[in-house]
């Protein structure tokens, strides 16, 4: 059956537009106000092309759903108003036509304004000396929400929506303007994905998904009425809130303009109206706290990809504007993240008490060649609820602090705008790096004392975890068993600030004033003990960094996403500076050293872990020997401690995976973690890597050249 009524099947009743100009100008008198206005199409001609305009593609605010690495299954969406698009096609039939008898039951005969409800308004206005009735037309309305959706400012939302016989004459000429421009189904189509039905559903979809937990295109009549009932007055007419006698009296009603327009039969409306109203509520998941059942564990993966968002020129100006766009723009992103190797990254991490300690223990995965982040875990549970989280350990936090455990929505794991955490000698990757780049060989010999007092660095004197690192050392046996003394020496001869540069090159950020004043363009080359890891990083950076090198030295920003797509299933792209456009999900990478120099770094940190080099000799042992085996491939990468082991690393890599872990009480960094924990990363990251990449072939590392090895 045809939308349109029964009676009006086959005719056409065209209005001359001096009718409808007629109708604007009763319109003026049922509004006293218009009166003095002055009000008249040269006052208004401007605004109504530029608004105009603007209605012609005007398409409302829709939510955006984060999807699982299967690009299907929803973990959770991001809304201020909760809509999805649909096509009228995709709706049934019974909604067009409640809405139509609900609203404007002469949709199909007015050209936007309707002259018979101006009338009548202008009586009705007239008798009780205000405005008791107004003459809305579905067009009228739909210009009315369609100028709210693309406003840009609180001014231009209110001068939408405010109740004055200005806006009303306004809207009429807009809305016989749009009418000239779009069909009545185009109409109808925005119309039900614009209409406010309550509970914060906006749109036919939203609400057939929170009222009766179906699709639009499945809605019966009863169900369609309901809904259709709720435009005019969502809390008034609610069914779920309510004893639901005013929302079936209003259902009713709506029924009854069904039967009058010729949409059902006489018997169908009665049938229909002593049926209860049935309503199946879902309540949609909001933001990353709201991620379901088996993805909880998810949130903090989650939480990364909004900081990372908010970070992205192309989704606006700034962190707000980007927010809005992602709140709003009906964007379908697909998480990067690897279930398997999150599984592994979940089950590995751990300290003493597990999320019941103060000691946060996380782990970050990252792709070599793509910048990938494929997992991330911590010893926490990501919620908002801290009822339940003790004090914080940081007795200058106050006894209201909560403590970040076992509840905590903090970017414990990187991304966001915590410091981080000193991450000792996993540093010293960065003037060896630098070094090797600068053409100094591998086999490079620096007699090491057990304490070196630096001429450079202002008589600092730096000494050696032990005194077993005393003697000459190359990068292999420095590397293999951290030895301070040789690594302040290294950095002495390529410029501290080169390892300084590098570092930001392979994505690490400076976050606290001590660490932004140290690497200063006219500091960093003072900065001695930056290769000994006093600076602040997160697992996130560490793990993207040393992931360049497991590449030849290919830099890839960390991405959280496989794709980013529009709300109409084109790619999400953005303008380079230089004029080139991408897609904001590639991978965006470049070289930061040479391959050759990677490559040599690379056999280098195959010392520490118990691997053997292609080239050179560790010297007989090394800080985390077990981790070779535990892998059972080849694998490269450092351990790191500070000060009193208040905080202990390991970042490791593979050819296909690259792990940063981390242990440490991010409430109060004096809070030591002590010698016995400083296992709990090195296990962390080996077990992951192993579990991760079971079943997945072995690949070795290319040997560094003769040229490098020296």
Not at 477 to 490: A, E, I, P, R
Not at 630 to 656: H, I, L, M, Q
Not at 663 to 674: H, K, L, R, S, T
Request: with cysteine; net charge positive; glycine share 8%.
């Amino acid at each position: 059956m045809s939308n349109r009524p029964l009676a009006a099947a086959g005719r056409s009743l065209p209005l001359l537009r001096a009718g409808l100009i007629a109708a604007i100008v009763v319109a003026a008198a049922a509004y006293p106000l218009a009166a003095y206005t002055g009000i008249g199409a040269k006052a208004t001609a401007h605004a109504m092309e530029q608004k105009t305009n603007i209605l012609r593609t005007a398409l409302p605010a829709e939510t955006s759903y984060l999807y699982a690495p299967d690009g299907k299954s929803i973990l959770t969406m991001f809304y201020e108003e909760y809509r999805q698009y649909t096509k009228l096609s995709d709706m049934s039939p019974n909604i067009q036509q409640a809405i139509v008898a609900a609203e404007d039951n002469r949709f199909y005969q007015h050209h936007g304004v309707d002259p018979k409800g101006v009338a009548r308004a202008f009586v009705a206005n007239a008798r009780s000396s205000g405005v008791s009735q107004g003459a809305s037309t579905l067009t009228m309305q739909y210009v009315r929400m369609a100028l709210r959706d693309s406003a840009k400012t609180p001014k231009e939302v209110q001068e939408a929506t405010q109740q004055t016989s200005l806006r009303k004459v306004k809207e009429m000429r807009m809305a016989l303007d749009v009418e000239k421009e779009l069909t009545k189904d185009e109409i109808l189509e925005r119309y039900l994905n614009s209409a406010y039905f309550g509970h914060r559903a906006y749109g036919i979809y939203a609400a057939s998904q929170i009222f009766f937990s179906k699709t639009p295109a499945t809605l019966t009549p009863v169900e369609a009425a309901t809904l259709a009932g709720l435009v005019k007055s969502p809390s008034e007419y609610d069914p779920i809130s309510s004893d639901q006698k005013d929302a079936t009296g209003r259902r009713n009603y709506v029924l009854d303009r069904m039967a009058q327009l010729g949409y059902m039969s006489p018997d169908a409306v009665a049938a229909a109206k002593t049926e209860p109203i049935r309503t199946k509520v879902t309540n949609p998941p909001n933001d990353c706290a709201s991620i379901p059942g088996k993805y909880t564990t998810w949130g903090f993966y989650c939480d990364y990809v909004k900081n990372w968002w908010s970070a992205q020129p192309a989704f606006g100006e700034n962190r707000l504007e980007r927010m809005d766009k992602l709140r709003r723009g009906g964007y379908r992103i697909v998480l990067a993240l690897d279930p398997k190797i999150q599984a592994a990254a979940e089950n590995n991490v751990g300290a003493k008490d597990s999320v019941g300690s103060p000691f946060a223990n996380g782990i970050v995965v990252a792709e070599p060649g793509t910048g990938r982040i494929k997992a991330m875990a911590v010893n926490r549970n990501y919620s908002l609820d801290l009822s339940e989280n003790g004090p914080s350990s940081n007795p200058e936090a106050g006894p209201n602090v909560k403590a970040n455990y076992p509840n905590t929505v903090a970017p414990l794991l990187g991304g966001g705008s915590l410091p981080g955490y000193q991450a000792g000698s996993t540093f010293k990757m960065f003037p060896m790096l630098a070094a090797l780049d600068a053409g100094m060989p591998l086999s490079t010999v620096i007699d090491s004392p057990y304490r070196y007092q630096s001429a450079i660095y202002d008589g600092w004197a730096p000494s050696n975890a032990s005194g077993a690192m005393t003697g000459r050392q190359t990068m292999w046996s420095g590397f293999g068993k951290s030895v301070n003394t040789f690594f302040v020496q290294l950095e002495e001869r390529v410029g501290a600030d080169k390892g300084v540069r590098l570092a930001e090159q392979l994505g690490l950020r400076w976050r606290t004033d001590v660490d932004r004043d140290h690497a200063a363009p006219d500091r960093a080359n003072k900065w001695g003990a930056f290769t000994l890891g006093v600076s602040d990083a997160t697992p996130l950076e560490m793990a993207n960094a040393y992931a360049a090198v497991a590449a030849d030295g290919r830099y890839c920003e960390a991405m959280p996403v496989m794709s980013i797509t529009n709300r109409d299933g084109t790619p999400t792209t953005y303008r380079t500076t230089s004029g080139i456009e991408r897609e904001v999900a590639k991978p965006r990478c470049r070289q930061v050293v040479s391959a050759d120099a990677a490559r040599a770094a690379t056999d280098a940190a195959r010392c520490p872990t118990g691997d053997t080099p292609a080239k050179g000799s560790c010297g007989g042992w090394s800080t985390a020997d077990s981790v070779r085996g535990t892998v059972g491939r080849p694998v490269a990468g450092k351990t790191g401690t500070t000060d009193s082991t208040r905080s202990a690393w390991f970042v490791a890599y593979t050819p296909e995976l690259a792990a940063a872990s981390f242990i440490a009480d991010p409430d109060n960094p004096f809070n030591a973690v002590g010698d016995g924990q400083s296992q709990v990363p090195v296990e962390a990251v080996a077990q992951t890597l192993r579990d991760g990449l079971k079943g997945t072939g072995t690949r070795e590392f290319t040997p560094p050249s003769d040229r490098i090895v020296g």
